[in-house]
């Protein structure tokens, strides 16, 4: 995506071509995906004034060639950025100034990379690439309302069968099993927190029996590469009348933040409208109010209370207000939204109390 | 695992203390999990001479207080440096000469990192993290056997069940639910490569339907965070003569490598042994031999021509041959071996050709 004004940006900071890359293991370049639709071990270079290319080591070749790059050439080095440089040589690119993303490059990268870039220089742009991430093209919100859409679907059919589930894994499995079958993928393992496991926001499901009380659902799947994100809690049992008002005021807090989303505001302001909002229990508010999604679970704009990003049309972000009493019950609500003129969910999950 | 030896590490290499991070998203740190169990969002100090330390943000704290560290802290600085600099003088420590994974450290981290510890020097311990992660203790070869335990009796249940799978991503969707059931996790997304997809070793499963011929089958399982992988390829229809002398040479490649495993092997000649036992077929050959297996799915020793490396007791690592034949075909058949005076198979599922 993107492409022609990520030339521009690499043009605006004199920059001969950008390069960023999957190694061995170590760390995923969600820019390469972005940029190239590939994934897949590999480096792909944008120089400022010529059409990408990717590299990819022999056995992923043929996965390669299905990615968005035309120009698909072969790793013939044995070190990585040995084949780099000498793939700039082959098509004549200049390597005075180049462009990285220093947010997934690594210090031990940096060196094999400096040993073949000898002089040199290197410039930063993973923010600029954020900062293009953060506003949607048509195409990115057509995906996105549909994986939003598979989110939504996905996790009713739980909710449906929740009674059904033993143990929290087995209802974490069966989110997992309906997103697999369908082609997707998950775009982070589902949280199932029931009873005092719900009090810690980023709890991992066990093999231990659902509690009575709160259950938090947390689960997004990814369709063609795009995340969607969506909480909702539940209830098994009887909740007492405590319970209920806190989940209602939690319930109001998510509802009105969204109301208050406008253009150009300020997220800070936002998170304080919602802290407002839940009174008495704000200290149990942990967590940021939500976050950007796109190719990343968490992107641009951060809405939280440090964050100086503002609300533009065409972002699209989380707002997800939770309440934790550790050792007792958490509740989280969460839907992702797009701001287009106005905020519009695009999980559209029913937020009312479901008692199961 | 293994804090007193990586102690005697930071002792020899004269730093005051280590620190491994899990920041905002970026990048995981399996050394962080692999000293002290926690995987969440915050930092890892070991020093030198003391106890060692984790500090999370508010969000993990509940979490974090299950891991192996006692010595628990809560983020109360709004940069994440900052508080881990703040943590270290609160403990006293020296902030002279500082240890950090640089194959997990981004360029961004350490330009904020360096903000906080101005003077410092830093060394790199990535590869010393490596090596001592390369030989297992007795608690990690229970573990892992456990782990390629798991893995056997989900494969060969997708096995039995192949069948009634109509695309590969159901097949795929199988294991996954199988695994997340039981409460564990996956240590990759499972390959399910039929027909001429199976020629792309990293191919990702798709909702097509499942194509006659030989279909790839990777798969592995993390158990208490310890990875094991296991490749079997089967056969949907009848396989021509060609096919079935194919498969037996690679499984007879694969069964003679295994046989070749011997204390201080050099693995770059375990990799000649099978290319040259695999004849005319050895081009067909696209990646390493194999790899070692613990908290990554990948680490040390690295089965490759290019390796240096060289088995030892107590090493787990895969063996893994492929051919693979564009538009066509590919067969792959791994096994995650541990090394203990013999090669000793963990992962056991029959390798002789099924048909289904």
Redesign the interface.
Known sequence: MKINEFKLILERKNCDFAVFYNS????YSPNMFYFSGYR??GALIIPKRKQPLVIA????L??AGKCLVKKLYRMEK?KFFESVYELAKKNHLKTKRIA?D???????S??HFKKQFKKVKTK?I?FECLKLREIKTQDEIRILKKSCSYADKILQKAIGNFSSFK?E??A???L????????L?LSF?PIVASGSNG?????????KKIKNGFCVLDFGIKYKGYCSDITRTIYSGKPSQKEKEIYNLLLKTQKNTINQIKNNKKCSELYNFAITNLGKYKDRF??GLGHGVGV???EMPNLAL?SKDKIKNSMIFTIEPGV?F?KKFGIRIEDTILFKNKPIALTKTSKDLLIV
Chains 1, 2 share one sequence.
């Open positions: 061995d293991s170590a760390i897949g071990l080591p022999d056995m992923e043929e996965r044995k990285i220093k947010s997934s490059f690594t210090l031990n940096y060196t930063d993973s143990t894994s087995e974490a499995a069966f997992e099993y309906e997103t697999k079958k369908l082609g993928e393992n009090s810690m926001p980023h709890y991992e499901p066990s093999n942990l967590h990343e679970i968490h440090s934790y550790p």
